[in-house]
């Protein structure tokens, strides 16, 4: 998959993670890039690990279950850092 799109997949993931979950998180387009792209790395990791699939890699650069692992994975970043910044306020 190349960089470019790595961070469709990223904007995509990022956009819907933040329009999903609760509450407001702060970050412009980049944090919202930064956080989309991670979350597709964690999520395509936690799939292969649990459900023995590799995500994206499996389908195709931008097909549903790699924006679906993408945006799970990114949920679990914002949560992780919900945990995190709340407890250093």
């Known amino acids: 998959m190349g960089i470019l799109a790595w ?3 990223g904007l995509i993931a990022g956009a819907l993670a933040k329009a999903i979950y609760p509450g407001h998180q702060g970050g412009g387009f980049l ?5 989309g792209i991670l979350g597709a790395v964690v999520g395509g ?4 690990m649990f459900l023995g699939t590799s995500g994206g890699a499996a389908y195709g650069a931008l097909s549903i279950p790699s924006i679906a692992f993408a945006v ?3 949920i679990l970043l914002l949560f992780i850092w919900g945990l995190v910044t709340q407890r250093a306020a």
């Open 7 to 9: 961070v469709v997949l």
């Open 45 to 48: 990791y936690l799939g292969s």
């Open 31 to 35: 944090a919202t890039t930064a956080l």
């Open 72 to 74: 799970l994975g990114a």
